[in-house]
């Protein structure tokens, strides 16, 4: 099997999640959060000959092809098909505590190319977009049916849109004359309905509202802050959660869970001096976010927008820290 995504940010993470030193002696154990093709896990199984690897994800058809790929780590990888959230809210009796924790949020180059689920805006494919096809709502459900003031708000909130009344109102008109049914139908409404000024710019006019259909349709931004806590809440003491995002809506989330767990007070603004006593529940190890060089743009340049941000756990935290994420 070819590949056909590249890892981002790949010797970032393995640089800064090393399962070398205390606490992982002469086994460690990571969970790939968020596997696709697993190209992260390759490439830690390939340094790393005491570490063991489970990989999750949602799509099952994604994770054959990891299978596949990772067939020569027979007995030292595992899989577990099934959202991240639920995979740490319920984690498995029978797994130990993992040492390294990754999660990469991006989506896979073989969900463009390959899935036939509408994720691409330059192929008539269905206008589906869900990672897990057992979800009752596509984007065709949502296009066709939220009203135009949701819908609007929709793409401005998680597209970060600027044209989303321009767009939703479009939409909405042109569904009462034939519903939505592919990609590229979308894509050319929106195409056509942006100032023109816009239409040649580095990312195509329909990439926002694209993005911003994936992420309601897979609901990954509910996901991610369920999933971080309860990842941080498994993770062994010493070990280490790395995530890498690509986009600001994402990366805001994290940034502000690490920066809550490397607070050494969590009292409340109101409160004058500190009372709790608090001590850190982490070590942050990347203060600005780790983002790739020059080069690897130029070599991958979906990596363009990604970035990498790591912490060691130092004690178990408690919810009062995660009022900033919106627990």
């Not at 595992?78 to 390294?100: I, M, S, T, V």
């Not at 989506?107 to 008539?124: A, D, T």
């Not at 929106?190 to 509202?209: C, D, L």
């Not at 990954?220 to 010493?238: H, K, M, N």
Request: glycine fraction near 8%.
């Amino acid at each position: 099997m070819q590949p056909l995504h590249t890892p981002v940010l790949l010797e970032e993470c393995i640089d800064l999640l090393s399962p070398e030193g205390e606490p992982f002696e002469q086994n460690a154990f990571m969970i790939d959060s968020t596997l696709g093709e697993g190209g992260h896990t390759e490439a830690f199984l390939g340094r790393y000959g005491n570490l063991r690897i489970c990989g999750v994800d949602a799509d099952g058809a994604i994770q054959s092809r990891a299978r596949e790929r990772l067939a020569r780590f027979e007995g030292r990888v595992e899989f577990f098909n099934g959202w991240f959230d639920e995979f740490y809210a319920n984690y498995p009796a029978a797994l130990p505590r993992p040492n390294l924790i990754l999660f990469d949020l991006g989506i896979s180059i073989f969900h463009y190319e390959l899935s036939g689920r509408g994720f691409s805006f330059r192929s008539e494919e269905p206008l589906d977009m869900r990672l897990d096809g057992s979800k009752k709502t596509s984007a065709a459900d949502i296009v066709n049916g939220y009203d135009e003031g949701r819908l609007a708000d929709l793409i401005f909130l998680y597209g970060e849109e600027k044209f989303s009344r321009r767009i939703a109102r479009a939409i909405c008109e042109r569904r009462v004359l034939k519903k939505f049914e592919t990609s590229a139908e979308l894509a050319e409404l929106i195409y056509g309905v942006v100032p023109q000024s816009t239409r040649y710019g580095k990312i195509h006019p329909a990439t926002r509202t694209f993005q911003a259909l994936r992420i309601a349709v897979n609901e990954e931004l509910s996901r991610l802050p369920r999933a971080l806590f309860d990842a941080f809440d498994v993770l062994e003491i010493g070990g280490k959660m790395g995530v890498i995002t690509f986009h600001s809506l994402e990366d805001r989330i994290v940034k502000n869970f690490f920066r809550n767990l490397g607070k050494e007070c969590v009292c409340p603004p109101n409160v004058a001096s500190c009372v709790c006593g608090g001590k850190p529940c982490a070590e942050i190890l990347t203060k600005k976010g780790v983002v790739p060089s020059d080069d690897e743009i130029k070599r991958n340049p979906p990596s363009r927008s990604a970035k990498l941000r790591v912490v060691r756990k130092t004690m178990d935290a408690d919810k009062m820290r995660l009022d900033g994420v919106g627990l």
